[in-house]
């Protein structure tokens, strides 16, 4: 007679229990939620709105770009971060001898990745109709919260990356030296026209340029290129970044 586990739970379940775990640690790290959401929104308040009050466009762009400054936070800090302390203190190998499903703690902080690009996206466009005098339709308003949340997903593979790298004493240091170079390079703080040529020149090499060009074309000032290509880099940067994590993580 085959035994069988009573109640035994369902993949799906499991998978539930584990993004509500990693949503209960983020809310008890008041460090990583409060800035992750607040400062892309003090950001904007102050270079998009208070310095930019009487240039409705700079009020546009800006939003824009850091709403895609905004989501690439919890990306690489929910992954790189959390990600190298978890292997440093043992909590990885620690789920991977539990009967759960090997993919279920990096689906829970994809999805919190998402839920808080979703919020950041939606304090930013508030904030922008508001208080910045940007006027959106719901269309695209809806396509731009779209590519603020799905555009999370390059940052939460880079950030994989540097979780698997280095250790979790040097994590937010690595992580910051990617993020914030990474934004100003992709003209994400300032249009790269203020900055000189050989800026443009290599933006195209940064994700963060191509994700920041789909939000901007959202509002009619990206570079004029085609949306095809912009998703086409993200899609090979995030298959790229999981192939070589998941190579890491196997060796660990």
Not at 33 to 62: C, E, H, K, Q, W
Not at 186 to 191: K, R
Not at 192 to 207: D, E, H, M, N, T
Request: charged share 10%; glycine share 10%; hydrophobic share 55%.
């Amino acid at each position: 007679m085959n035994a069988t586990v009573p109640n035994a739970p369902s993949t799906l379940r499991l998978y539930l229990h584990e993004a509500r775990y990693e949503c209960l640690r983020l809310l008890r790290t008041p460090s990583f939620a409060l800035p992750t959401l607040i400062f892309p929104l003090m950001f904007y308040l102050l270079f998009g709105v208070l310095l930019n009050r009487a240039n409705p466009d700079a009020s546009r762009y800006l939003m824009a770009s850091y709403s895609v400054f905004g989501v690439m936070g919890p990306g690489l800090f929910g992954f790189g971060v959390s990600l190298a302390l978890d292997r440093e203190r043992g909590l990885l190998s620690l789920k991977r001898a539990l009967p759960v499903p090997a993919g279920a703690p990096l689906a829970a902080k994809m999805v919190m990745a998402m839920l808080f690009a979703t919020c950041i996206g939606v304090l930013l466009m508030l904030a922008g109709r508001v208080l910045g005098g940007v006027q959106l339709s719901l269309a695209q308003m809806a396509t731009l919260l779209a590519i603020d949340v799905l555009g999370v997903l390059p940052f939460c593979a880079l950030g994989l990356l540097i979780g698997t790298l280095v250790s979790g004493s040097g994590a937010p240091a690595v992580v910051n030296l990617v993020y914030l170079p990474l934004a100003l390079l992709s003209g994400l703080w300032l249009p790269l026209s203020v900055l000189p040529p050989f800026f443009g020149q290599i933006a195209p090499l940064w994700p963060a340029w191509h994700l920041g060009q789909l939000a901007l074309k959202v509002v009619g000032q990206d570079g004029g290129h085609p949306a095809w290509l912009h998703v086409l880099v993200l899609i090979v940067v995030t298959a790229a970044c999981l192939g070589l994590a998941r190579r890491r993580l196997q060796r660990a």
